[in-house]
């Protein structure tokens, strides 16, 4: 009826979206539902088995989609975002990881009863926390940046450590028992993971190259740069194992650090694949298990072993290996229970069980299923206790969705102390001291910059910020700051204020993907809003009850006042825009910009008198 592959295919990438579009839509955690619903298709529905249906190139197809994975998520390991953190993220990702190499050794020889040679491979790997799972958590924690670049750091780096290390153990046990391995081996798996990190180094050299000179078209930069992570990769790979991961992580570092100029393209670009690869992997992994290795999860020392691991290994791992830096004990607490393994960590043991049961190991025959029950339960006490567990500490930042005010004026000042009034994160950021003058003063939150430089990227936190409202009187100037920061903030999301009439005609010609959406009513520039500030209009918060509904408040005030937002009852906020039909409902708080009640004609005369250029000659307004 159904072309096997074709249909699997399809039910891959519906259920992997389809996961990542209920974990937006529901707030549950992306890869708990992935793993899920591939379990459902798989072995328990029995729709699709992708190891089966894909065959030889299964395992293939997994790795290629990790390597660009890690390579994606390397891509933003910019040293200026560990201003301060290096000393931390070194011993973690050195010392903590030979704690917790050593610490999963014991437990999985000990707990999980498997023999000394297995337990130190495995220990080996289980070092992994992996950008598969880290990265979809930190969208959805919200962290604060210290915590939050450390757990990307380490989650990236650590990668291709952890399956290098077990490849190096599985080197020794064989240079230690087999005759036939000789220390020549030994020597080529070193020879061959430096080689990895100077051919990513190189092939991250010579990519960047060719995108700042100009050798590569804008239309070619992704294609030609994933071309490079798949070559990089397989050339490594066929060499020693394993030691491509290492090769696409130095590539990503190297790039990261280069400061191309259209790096941010293709990171979207890179993130956007990362995602569905993400998606895909998890469904086809989960789907390919077998009832043999889902019942021998169920095994007491199964469970043993992965409980020491999450309240034990990962803690003093972390403790232990942090002593003499600059972390609080909040920082080491969280970081001490947030390890969740993904990708990585079942693909890779797939292989070494394989490996180590032709070596006669017979005990490695139960590590898929020890791996399994590890990633699954640390995605599920990870996922769904992050952000619950950070907020205890103090380390996320609040639920309250928050406003970037870009552009200083009168008006964007006063607007800010409404909000910061509501108990709203609020900041307003521009490149001259003077025109934050009023925000200083007003004691509104304020960042002297230019946000469109790369270097805002990493003194500005816009974790708290949900909305972006461009405010400045130069309407082109707003038009970018929006089209630039939709991949962060979303298309509906970011505004700018109303365009100038002499300037509707020819932005009615541009894409409708260029610029922001334009906030309050059409008509309200710069110049109109903040006379109104300038000749005595006021900021008006208005709550809504049974007796006073939004249609009376309409009718009352809306005639002569400015209608800004509602600020729902549920901590929610929603605009006033010319597109938007928006009603307020009974605990909802309508703000507005309208003349006082008393001197209301008087108000209104003065702001008709004020000209443009006695507003912009006002020391208030730059």
């Given at each position: 009826?159904?072309?096997?592959?074709?249909?699997?295919?399809?039910?891959?990438?519906?259920?992997?979206?389809?996961?990542?579009?209920?974990?937006w839509r529901f707030g549950m955690p992306a890869i708990v539902i992935m793993t899920v619903s591939g379990l459902i298709a798989g072995p328990l529905l029995g729709f699709i088995n992708p190891a089966e249906d894909f065959g030889n190139i299964f395992n293939t197809v997994v790795s290629a989609a990790v390597a660009i994975i890690l390579f994606e998520g390397s891509l933003n390991l910019d040293y200026r975002e560990i201003k301060g953190l290096g000393r931390p993220i070194v011993r973690i990702v050195t010392f903590g990881a030979l704690i917790a190499w050593i610490l999963g050794s014991l437990a999985a020889h000990y707990l999980a009863g498997l023999s000394w040679a297995v337990s130190s491979v495995i220990g080996g790997l289980f070092i992994v926390t992996g950008p598969t799972v880290i990265l979809p958590l930190l969208r959805q924690a919200k962290l604060k940046p210290r915590p939050a670049a450390i757990l990307k750091w380490e989650g990236i780096i650590v990668d291709p450590l952890g399956a290098l290390l077990a490849v190096f153990t599985f080197e020794i046990i064989k240079f230690l028992l087999v005759q036939e391995v000789t220390i020549i081996a030994l020597l080529m798996f070193f020879a061959?993971?430096?080689?990895?990190?100077?051919?990513?180094?190189?092939?991250?050299?010579?990519?960047?190259?060719?995108m700042e000179k100009g050798h590569v078209p804008e239309f070619l930069k992704s294609p030609i740069v994933f071309a490079f992570v798949l070559t990089c990769f397989t050339l490594s790979d066929e060499l020693m194992h394993e030691t491509g991961l290492l090769a696409v992580t130095a590539m990503g570092i190297t790039m990261a650090n280069m400061h191309i100029s259209s790096i941010d393209d293709m990171r979207h670009f890179k993130e956007n694949m990362s995602v569905m690869l993400i998606s895909a992997v998890f469904v086809m992994l989960t789907a390919s298990l077998s009832w043999d290795t889902l019942f021998q999860v169920f095994n007491w020392q199964i469970g043993g072993y992965v409980l020491a691991m999450m309240f034990l290994v990962r803690p003093l791992s972390i403790f232990l290996s942090t002593i003499g830096t600059d972390l609080s004990w909040q920082e080491k607490t969280l970081l001490g229970w947030i390890a969740p393994r993904g990708i990585v960590a079942l693909t890779v043991s797939g292989y070494f069980a394989g490996s180590l049961l032709d070596a006669g190991y017979e005990d490695a025959g139960i590590l898929t299923s020890l791996t399994l029950a590890l990633v699954v339960a640390t995605v599920c006490a990870h996922g769904f206790s992050i952000r619950g567990v950070a907020g205890k500490l103090g380390l996320a930042v609040d639920d309250q969705p928050g406003v970037l005010i870009v552009g200083g004026s009168s008006f964007s000042a006063k607007f800010g102390e409404v909000l910061r009034d509501l108990k709203i994160p609020v900041l307003i950021t521009d490149s001259s001291w003077d025109r934050l003058v009023v925000a200083r003063n007003l004691g509104v939150p304020y960042h002297r910059g230019e946000i469109l430089s790369d270097q805002t990227d990493y003194q500005l936190d816009l974790t708290p910020y949900d909305y972006l409202l461009a405010s400045t009187d130069i309407d082109s100037y707003n038009a970018l700051v929006c089209t630039t920061f939709v991949p962060s903030f979303g298309r509906m999301d970011v505004y700018q204020l109303s365009l100038h009439n002499q300037l509707v005609d020819n932005i009615q010609g541009l894409d409708p993907t260029v610029g922001g959406n334009i906030i309050f009513h059409d008509g309200a520039t710069w110049e109109v809003l903040n006379k109104k500030v300038e000749s005595g209009f006021v900021f008006r918060k208005t709550t809504l009850s049974e007796l006073y509904p939004f249609d009376q408040y309409v009718r009352e005030r809306a005639p002569d006042a400015e209608l800004l937002f509602i600020y729902r009852s549920s901590g929610k906020l929603e605009f006033f825009t010319e597109e938007n039909d928006i009603r307020g409902e009974v605990g909802d708080i309508v703000v507005s910009l309208g003349p006082p009640n008393k001197g209301q004609d008087r108000v209104q005369e003065k702001f008709k008198s004020l000209s443009n250029e006695q507003l912009k000659s006002n020391g208030k307004v730059n």
């Open positions: 009826m159904f072309d096997s592959v074709l249909f699997t295919i399809m039910l891959i990438v519906a259920l992997g979206i389809g996961s990542q579009w209920l974990s061959a993971s430096i080689f990895a990190g100077f051919l990513g180094w190189a092939c991250g050299r010579i990519a960047g190259w060719m």
